[in-house]
């Protein structure tokens, strides 16, 4: 007995093939690695349409997507304060603050220091650098520039292509009767929800990253060492009192550590002393 096809049927498979072939058309080259230009269509001068990769597009430096991520150096009197400055200047500019450590002063020659990483929009990043130059003394700067603008029409293309597929989908829903054709646009729509949610969700990523520009801030302090040279009679002569009682209080120091091994160390030695003179003395004739 031979199985009928119904018409809805016919259509569910003819808008499954079509959708899949639609998103198939700006996939991902999985073996090479890399990301498959999404390819547009021109007009030639006698109406025909040719196919031409998005590489060949000129596209204006204004429409560029950049991720701009870096690192700075300065050395200032007080990481910490100064790490307040750097806060409210990232802050004023439109830009927010991702991570901030700080490590307090451990004596009068460390002063401390600070890391930021800072999120500063890209369009008023230079003039901010400016304003974090100005809090101190420039020791290192970094900035890498990584161009995503393929990545980013890549994805805005499979977006298009993904959301039209789902509403051809839906449309079809709609006017759906029986159940095995239910089942199968659900399933279709499942599917490509998924996928359209996770391509969103990576624009998304692109988008903040292009936006705002990562830059870690390095606040550290100069290292002063205390060193006082001795420049007169009296000074040399106190220099050289205090590191001839510096060497005698070392000394006693070690002492008063070695003290304890020094008794037990003797105490076995008196030990074995004893023993072997009492052992030679058994071993004497007695006369």
Known sequence: MRRSITLPAVLVLAALALTGCSAASSSYDTESGGVTAPQSQEFASDGSTSDRSDTDVAVAPADRQVITTGYVTITVDDPMETATDAVRITEQAGGRVDGRNEYAPKDDSDKGSATLTLRIPSDTLTATLDKLRELGTVEEVSLNA???????????????????????????????TDTDTLIQLETAISDRQAQLE?????????????????ITLNLVAEYNAPVEEPDTFVSGLAAGWNAFVAFFAGLLVALGVLLPWLVFAGIITAAVIWIVRWSRKKKLPVE
Request: hydrophobic letters at 45%; glycine letters at 0%; a negative charge.
């Open 198 to 214: 996770s391509l969103e969700s990576e624009r998304r990523y692109y988008a903040d990253q292009v936006s705002l520009s990562t």
């Open 146 to 176: 990584q161009d995503v603008t393929m990545a980013t029409q890549d994805l805005d293309a499979r977006i298009t292509a993904l959301s039209a597929s789902v509403d051809r989908l839906l449309a079809l829903l709609a006017s759906a």
